[in-house]
């Protein structure tokens, strides 16, 4: 099994950075690709940046050059830092992991609970 624990979100003024976590625990031998998701109420779940296994990173044009994506693989844990936030930056942010349990075996999809950012203007 394989818990994943988002954190660093809250309420911060428009303009002012932030930075989330997203820490995998359990059954992890190693975290291959990592994104990040953000949902508004009433809308669908968006990518807003991604990393794939090799490093290339990906971003929405929405948060190109205010949105970093990375990874620590000795703490299992992926970070999205968000600077010059925006009130339209408001939503629910959702880390997606897709994990190896083993070396020799596939790879599963894991999502985490979600984190609310909010940004006053």
């Known amino acids: 099994q394989v818990q994943l624990v988002e954190s660093g979100g809250g309420l911060v003024q428009a303009g002012e950075s932030l930075s989330l976590s997203c820490a995998a625990s359990g059954r992890v031998f190693s975290i291959d690709s990592v994104a990040w998701y953000r949902q508004v109420p009433g809308q669908q779940r968006v990518l807003v940046a991604s990393?794939?296994?090799?490093?290339?990173?990906n971003y929405a044009d929405s948060v190109k050059d205010r949105f970093n994506i990375s990874k620590d693989n000795a703490k299992n844990t992926v970070y999205l830092q968000i600077n010059s936030l925006k009130s339209e930056d408001t939503a629910v942010y959702y880390c997606?992991?897709?994990?190896?349990?083993?070396?020799?075996?596939?790879?599963?999809?894991?999502w985490g609970q979600g984190i609310q950012v909010t940004v006053s203007s």
């Open positions: 990393a794939a296994s090799g490093g290339t990173t």
């Open positions: 997606k992991l897709i994990i190896k349990y083993t070396n020799a075996g596939g790879a599963y999809q894991w």
